[in-house]
């Protein structure tokens, strides 16, 4: 039989878990974001792998929000805002990129 001592560290170590994996979730985007950033340019980016991203993201948030687990919730909405980021970056980039095509440009 398990001690509480023992419930407690078990339980310790899975929050330990989600918050360690959130964070590699998190800081994984970067790295993209700030190419996308660098070299002006999304073109190489799917709309739908971030829209999936973001739907996925959004539904772990709210499953960690339903059971009350902020080592779910909170690294997972700084992923969303991650993506979120993305999105905009892709949405400006390929809004500019079709403006200088159309002759448009700055």
Do not use: R
């Not at 509480?4 to 993209?32: A, F, H, R």
């Not at 973001?54 to 992923?79: E, H, N, Q, R």
Request: charged share 20%.
């Amino acid at each position: 039989m398990m001690n509480i001592k023992g419930i407690n560290d078990v339980k310790e170590m899975k929050e330990l878990l989600s918050y360690i994996g959130g964070t590699i979730l998190c800081v994984n985007i970067w790295p993209q974001i700030y190419k996308t950033w660098k070299i002006k340019s999304a073109k190489e980016l799917s709309y739908m792998f971030i829209m999936l991203n973001g739907i996925g993201l959004t539904l772990m948030g709210t499953y960690g929000i339903v059971i009350k687990d902020k080592s779910i919730y909170i690294p997972i909405s700084m992923s969303l805002l991650n993506t979120i980021i993305l999105m905009m970056l892709k949405i400006k980039m390929d809004t500019n990129e079709i403006s200088d095509f159309l002759g448009n440009g700055h």
